[in-house]
């Protein structure tokens, strides 16, 4: 069964450093997304991605985050400068137009 | 988009039916009722997905009335495996594209 595979599956990373969070979504999915999750907390829409441009992002996609596909397999959250507040399970997602979000199992980020 | 209010937790044991409902009082005509499963440290699955009346798949059915105000997860003979956090969803079809708004779902804990 085709599956979203995410790298690294966790990352330890100082205060203010650059992290870049990498997914492979299923192949034939065109609409690809990031979502987190604080420990013990819902999970929370970040950002869609469709057609090489972001479609939708909430409120906590700020200047800090950037999404990519850089070819045509990958799709990268980078944050900029993490923060504390930044620790958490990070999911990539993909879908194709049915809707169904495919999730991976997930980035734990841990900001020190 | 409409608001869900589930049961926070739950408790069965091996073999029996597991119904969790899900109040949804202010669905729109576009909504359809989503139901995902997420175990520890792992991203969110899709389970099933009605707009009314019945669904059934292979690994539960969904029980939607005729005011759609409310739906029903029904897991047939649950094992621990299913032990799990299960979501309630309503997506807007024609609105956000992978836009889920998770609530804090129900923690249904099977016991042998």
């Known amino acids: 069964e085709p599956e979203v595979t995410q790298t690294p599956s966790h990352q330890v990373t100082q205060m203010g450093q650059e992290v870049i969070l990498r997914c492979v979504p299923i192949s034939n999915h065109l609409y690809f997304y990031w979502y987190r999750q604080i420990l013990g907390q819902k999970v929370e829409f970040l950002v869609s991605?469709?057609?090489?441009?972001?479609?939708?992002k909430s409120e906590i996609f700020d200047d800090q985050f950037s999404v990519e596909r850089p070819d045509g397999s990958n799709f990268t959250l980078k944050i900029r400068s993490t923060k504390l507040e930044d620790s958490a399970m990070y999911f990539c997602a993909s879908s194709d137009s049915t809707g169904e979000l495919f999730f991976g199992e997930g980035s734990r980020l841990t900001v020190l | 988009l409409a608001k869900t209010t589930q049961p926070i937790s739950m408790d069965s044991y091996e073999g029996q039916e597991v119904n969790i409902t899900c109040s949804h009082n202010?669905?729109?005509?576009?909504?359809?009722i989503t139901w995902y499963q997420q175990f520890p440290s792992q991203g969110p699955r899709f389970i099933i997905q009605?707009?009314?009346t019945k669904v059934t798949n292979e690994v539960a059915s969904l029980f939607i009335p005729a005011d759609r105000k409310s739906s029903t997860l029904s897991l047939p003979r649950v094992s621990l495996s299913d032990t799990a956090v299960y979501y309630c969803l309503v997506e807007n079809y024609g609105g956000s594209q992978g836009n889920l708004i998770f609530g804090k779902g129900t923690k249904l804990s099977v016991k042998p």
């Open positions: 009605g707009y009314k």
């Open positions: 991605f469709y057609n090489n441009e972001i479609s939708e």
């Open positions: 202010n669905i729109a005509t576009n909504d359809y």
